[in-house]
């Protein structure tokens, strides 16, 4: 970023120059002595932005004046704010953050709907004619999302999976720069992939291998699921939505199939349930906060384990099929108002907000040891033969008088490389120490593992993955942490199964790295 107080010299030396097009504004210092001219690219309320003959410059307003036709109106500014892609997040959760954040400010709201893919949110303060943003929600899609991003029709991108390496290509060749880089994103709720069927449907879990053979045709029938003997209709959201990609990565990829042509698509989630409701032998994958006159299907392994898709397991993400709900963000500077409204988004009283409309927020809660009997009967059933009595013994000693964190870390599939939630949640913990949130308490990181290979190689892998997370969080740290701080490591290997070594899936729910607290 450029400032005029930093180019003055540059500048003075450009400014004989002729210009080779046609030019809508000039910005001159309050001494005369600089004068900058070019065409308006954007204006926030403090900066402008310029496209000079010479580049693209941001200038301080307060060290300028503006003459020309595209100079703002710097007595009722309104910050224009364009948010653009997932329905699931523009029409439930980025509303319900608006409202609150707006109550927060003492700000009020007018919502309009222009068209049916758009929703505008006008906050205004009482002594103001003019309102003070004008935030606009284009409902779509995640890959439409991230395509206004990149062609300049949006400020932020919402979406519902991670960018991919062709956005990201498109998004550095329209100069935004690398939208890999921390600080481009951000999760600010989390969800999941749930299967539904309708209330008088009698199958009462499934695994994620039936689930996929079901939407690649191969079970056809219910009664291949133990249900009765009526074909099956699957119901899908739309491939361009985010939901629907997370379905072809977290559901299909793994297993090697793909859809099949009989599958009912959907471009909303929640015409998607409303559609299973009304027939009792369909099936379908929505949002967490979608289900509404459905019944969520477990997640169930061969070993016994059943995953449910509730608040603390998402948070934990001991639920596999979690989803987390980003919003990216362009190189350039955003309004004040919407770099406020972002970090209301991740504040305490947004957790809240975010936990009514539906979705599973990330504040942290701590659950001691004696309220985890089901993780506990795991352990005995599931992990015993391996990994001997005492050392469960030793687990439990080692727990008993600590509590767990709803913050977990687990890592993409063939990689060392934390997954997308378990990156958040390594900022959100560096924050929370450097705040001063855990002074005085001892912090233990815990390695856990699957089941494959012998139990005292698996008990070391767990130990070095509970030592890499807790490096990742104390590089994030920017500051310090206070000394009263006691952090430790544990590795108890595949003491703990969260669910069933016999797939994929089961294995990367396993390999994790849990944080208790005393």
């Known amino acids: 970023m450029k400032y005029l107080r930093a180019t003055m010299t540059v500048l003075s030396l450009m400014a004989g120059a ?3 097009c046609a030019q809508d504004i000039t910005l001159t210092s309050h001494d005369g002595k600089v004068e900058i001219t070019g ?9 402008y932005r310029v496209d000079t003959q010479f580049g693209e410059l941001t200038v301080d307003g307060s060290g300028v004046t503006c003459d020309g036709p595209a100079c703002p109106n710097l007595i009722d500014f309104v910050a224009e704010v364009v948010l653009s892609g997932s329905s699931v997040m523009a029409e439930s959760l980025i509303p319900a953050l608006i409202d609150g954040f707006a109550q927060r400010e003492n700000l009020t709201v007018l919502r309009e709907n222009p068209y049916p893919s758009q929703l505008v949110f006008s906050l205004s303060q ?5 309102p003070l943003a004008r935030l606009t929600l284009n409902v779509s899609d995640t890959d439409r999302g991230f395509s206004d991003l990149t062609d300049d029709q949006a400020d932020i991108a919402l979406a519902m999976r991670e960018i991919r390496p062709a956005e990201i290509a498109a998004a550095r060749e329209n100069g935004l720069g690398d939208m890999t880089r921390p600080r481009r994103s951000r999760v600010i709720a989390l969800g999941a992939l749930v299967p539904v069927v309708a209330r008088d449907n009698p199958i009462r879990q499934i695994s994620v291998a039936d689930l996929a053979r079901v939407i690649d045709g191969e079970i056809e029938n219910w009664a291949q699921l133990g249900g009765p003997d009526a074909p099956i209709a699957v119901h899908l959201p739309d491939v361009t939505t985010g939901v629907g990609q997370a379905v072809q990565d977290q559901v299909l990829h793994p297993a090697g199939v793909q859809a099949d042509h009989t599958v009912i698509r959907h471009t909303r989630s929640s015409e998607l349930a ?10 379908g994958i929505v949002s967490h906060a979608d289900p509404q006159n459905v019944r969520s299907l477990p997640l169930a392994g061969g070993c016994g384990h059943a995953l449910r898709a509730t608040r603390p397991a998402i948070k934990t993400e001991d639920y596999p099929l979690t989803l987390p709900m980003f919003v990216y963000l362009p190189q350039r500077r955003l309004p004040k108002i919407a770099r406020q409204f972002l970090a209301y988004a991740q504040s305490p009283e947004a957790q809240i907000v975010i936990r009514q409309a539906g979705f599973v927020d990330q504040s942290h809660e701590l659950v001691r040891i004696g309220l985890q009997g089901d993780r506990l009967a795991n352990a005995i059933t599931s992990g015993a033969s391996e990994v001997g009595l005492e050392e469960l013994q030793r687990m439990v000693d080692a727990l008993r008088p600590l509590s767990r964190l709803s913050l977990s870390f687990r890592f993409e599939p063939g990689s060392s490389r934390p997954d997308a ?8 913990l560096a924050q929370a120490l450097e705040s001063g949130q855990y002074d005085g308490r001892k912090m233990v990181f815990v390695g856990f593992s699957d089941g494959d290979g012998a139990a005292e190689t698996n008990a ?26 006691e952090i430790a490591v544990e590795g108890f290997g595949e003491a703990m199964p969260m669910a069933c070594d016999d797939t994929e899936w089961g294995r990367k729910t396993n390999r994790r790295v849990e944080i208790w607290v005393r």
């Open 421 to 428: 939630q378990s990156r958040s949640n390594i900022q959100q």
């Open 126 to 130: 009482p002594d103001r004619k003019a």
């Open 18 to 20: 002729s210009s080779a």
């Open 39 to 47: 065409n308006l690219l954007g204006f926030d309320g403090e900066f």
């Open 274 to 283: 409303e559609a299973v409701a009304r027939d009792p032998f369909a099936i």
């Open 460 to 485: 070391r892998i767990a130990l070095r993955r509970a030592q890499t997370v807790r490096n990742a969080i104390l590089a994030a740290i920017e500051t310090t942490i206070a000394e009263s701080v």
